[in-house]
């Protein structure tokens, strides 16, 4: 199930700025129905305590979830090779490309395997927020570390039909625009500090829309892809891009229901 | 839709250092069980042959001393045995030459009489532990009887 790996584990939210981290539990609750979680109020801390957290939350499996983190999507195409070695390939590779990966952590889909190649969807987030878990929880397991915007994005997924489509949020103060192509996120970006602006914004979906027509998706084909708001308060904004595009609002949703959403509904 | 996990590459290590750790732990001690098992049945066979070889030495040495007291038992026998025929002298019968080899006894002797000579003849053949294997035919000389007996074992 999509959301097992929350379950018993205790959640480290590092905010965009490095200048807070929000710790909460999740666990379920079951009854004869349904489960539902126990979702408990979240502790808030200043980074420069962290170190106090640390006794805390001692022997706890962790996942961190980090906020205003743009991915790199970077496609690779490399020769036929055992899945072990793989890791070691694409290491070389962004070794290539970045000339320093100490702060980089990556993962990959494969989206083609053929007798000779395959190709590769290799996503990259450069953070020194690992530094601190190193720092800091080198002891805990971890069970997991997730970018807020993928929480959003397999949501909004959920809630809907189309497996292509353009989705954007406002978490934060952040504006977070992401395409998503044939179920698999294929670009994204962040408007920091969000305003309201609605040239910066335009701005942002123009390069989305120009990142479709370098797929198999017709530049003409571009403009009929809906493009999804969630959380979004700018209602100018929204009228204003619904003249040019096919924009659907899905409301608002907080982190509570947004964590809840990802929970399997089982009945026991 | 895939929640993409961003495990850092230090976690990524350290999971696959320990793991490795792991295995190697328990290969170790795997080897060395195997070790433990391996010195515990050299052991156990080498006391085995040990004692294979303590009984065959046991069994020669006693076979061979079972040998030889026969041979003694057999021996000592025998002289009580000749000892005998030669107290079974009657009459007037005298020993010129008596040879023993392993098996047979020969007597060269002179008798007075005729009758000493069957005389002896059958006590030989009747009282003693030997039986008369070949006898050479009386040589008359001085009016006394040469004759030679090849006794053996009843």
Redesign the interface.
């Given at each position: 199930m999509?959301g097992d790996f929350l379950f018993g584990t205790t959640v480290l939210q590092f905010d965009s700025e490095n200048r807070s981290v929000k710790i909460y539990d999740i666990n379920i609750l079951s009854n004869s129905r349904n489960t539902r979680l126990k979702h408990n109020i979240p502790n808030i801390y200043d980074i420069t305590d962290i170190g106090d957290i640390k006794s805390f939350i001692k022997g706890k499996r962790l996942i961190a979830i980090?906020e205003g983190e743009e991915?790199y999507i970077r496609f690779l195409k490399l020769p036929h090779v055992r899945k072990g070695a793989i890791?070691n390939l694409i290491n070389h590779e962004l070794n290539f490309i970045f000339k320093n990966?100490d702060d980089?952590?990556?993962?990959y889909?494969i989206l083609r395997r053929t007798k000779k190649e395959m190709e590769l969807m290799v996503?990259c987030?450069n953070t020194d927020k690992?530094r601190m878990?190193?720092k800091y929880f080198?002891r805990n397991i971890?069970r997991?570390?997730?970018?807020i915007q993928?929480?959003f994005?397999?949501y909004i997924?959920?809630q809907i039909e189309n497996d292509t489509f353009i989705c954007t949020f406002i978490y934060g103060s952040h504006l977070y625009i992401a395409g998503?192509l044939k179920?698999k996120?294929f670009f994204n970006n962040i408007i920091r500090n969000f305003d309201g602006n609605l040239i910066t914004f335009t701005g942002k979906l123009q390069i989305a829309q120009d990142k479709f027509s370098q797929t198999e998706i017709k530049y003409t084909e571009t403009r009929c892809i809906t493009i999804y708001f969630l959380n979004f308060d700018y209602k100018s904004v929204f009228e204003e891009t619904s003249k040019k595009y096919n924009c659907i609002s899905l409301g608002k949703i907080d982190e509570k229901d947004l964590i809840s959403s990802?929970l399997p509904r089982r009945t026991l | 839709?895939?929640?993409?996990?961003?495990?850092?590459?230090?976690?990524?290590k350290?999971t696959c250092n320990a793991q490795m750790k792991r295995v190697m732990l328990l290969s170790t001690i795997l080897l060395l069980v195997n070790l433990i098992l391996f010195w515990l049945d050299l052991r156990a066979f080498s006391s085995l042959r040990y004692t294979n070889l303590n009984i065959k030495t046991n069994m020669t040495k006693s076979v061979s001393s079972s040998i030889e007291k026969k041979r003694t038992i057999r021996n000592s026998r025998f002289i009580d045995d000749f000892k005998q025929i030669l107290l079974l002298k009657k009459g007037n019968i005298e020993y010129s030459s008596v040879e023993i080899n392993e098996t047979n006894i020969i007597i060269s002797a002179i008798a007075e009489t005729v009758e000493d000579y069957i005389g002896y003849v059958n006590m030989v053949e009747s009282e003693s532990n030997f039986r008369i294997k070949d006898i050479s035919s009386p040589i008359n000389s001085d009016n006394k009887i040469k004759f030679t007996v090849i006794l053996s074992k009843k």
């Open positions: 999509e980090y991915v890791d990966i980089i952590s990556y993962t889909e996503f987030i690992n878990l190193e080198n971890i997991g570390v997730f970018l993928s929480f994005i397999s997924f959920s998503c179920g996120t990802l | 839709m895939k929640i993409l996990n961003f495990l850092p590459q230090w976690y990524k350290k």
